[in-house]
């Protein structure tokens, strides 16, 4: 009889104990993604605790619940994108992205190498600044034209800055001329993955004939670099 009442006893007191952690391990498994499966064993374990509790044994179940926290893992997310949103140069563009990037880039080119007009000393870099101002505009022309029998957007011009008043440094040309060879080996790298990716044919043309004059540029440009 005193045996039984034992039993009784103790099987009363692992119930509580389990009841009484059971926030916890609500806690626990709430959080756990609904992609990320149970730990291998938890619940086994769980069972077998409570199966196996003696006098003493209380703190169990809790210290495992606060196991199952602490070693939980998280999904990560496998695409991550790069810094800003931008796509990395090469890589293909749907077309209105490369409308947009191309446009963008093209306005730069021609605000750069007008603005640097004034300021270059060497007679040859300004006759290459006046060549990228015209083909540019061009070029930029020929695209804002394609995009708009589409109906696609073509980004608002911005405001220039000023150019910087004053004569230019000493060594003005020459990173002049490295800005200029960076931006090209950009816009080539651009202009070939759509020429050859591209999903709209007249967009795939455009860069194919654009492409040459681009990599005239640079063959100009590096021709003068220092």
Avoid at 109 to 120: F, K, Y
């Amino acid at each position: 009889m005193i045996r039984r009442k034992l039993r009784s006893l103790s099987a009363s007191v692992v119930v509580s104990a389990v009841a009484l952690t059971a926030p916890a391990w609500a806690a626990s498994l709430s959080t756990i993604d609904n992609a990320q499966s149970v730990p291998d064993g938890a619940m086994s374990n769980a069972t077998f605790a409570a199966d196996s509790w003696t006098a003493g044994s209380g703190t169990l179940v809790p210290v495992m619940a606060a196991e199952m926290q602490a070693n939980r893992s998280y999904p990560i997310d496998a695409e991550t994108p790069e810094a800003g949103g931008a796509p990395a140069v090469g890589k293909p563009l749907n077309d209105i992205a490369f409308v947009r990037v191309a446009t963008e880039n093209g306005r730069k080119e021609v605000n750069s190498a007008r603005d640097a007009l004034p300021q270059l000393k060497a007679p040859e870099l300004k006759r290459i600044a006046e060549m990228l101002v015209n083909d540019h505009r061009s070029a930029n022309a020929r695209l804002a034209q394609i995009a708009e029998a589409k109906q696609w957007p073509v980004p608002a011009p911005s405001v220039p800055a000023a150019p910087p008043s004053g004569s230019a440094n000493s060594d003005f040309d020459d990173r002049w001329t490295a800005e200029m060879i960076a931006g090209h080996e950009r816009s080539i790298a651009l202009y070939r993955a759509q020429a050859s990716s591209g999903e709209d044919q007249d967009l795939r043309n455009y860069a194919r004939d654009t492409l040459p004059t681009i990599e005239h540029h640079l063959a100009q440009l590096k021709s003068l670099q220092k």
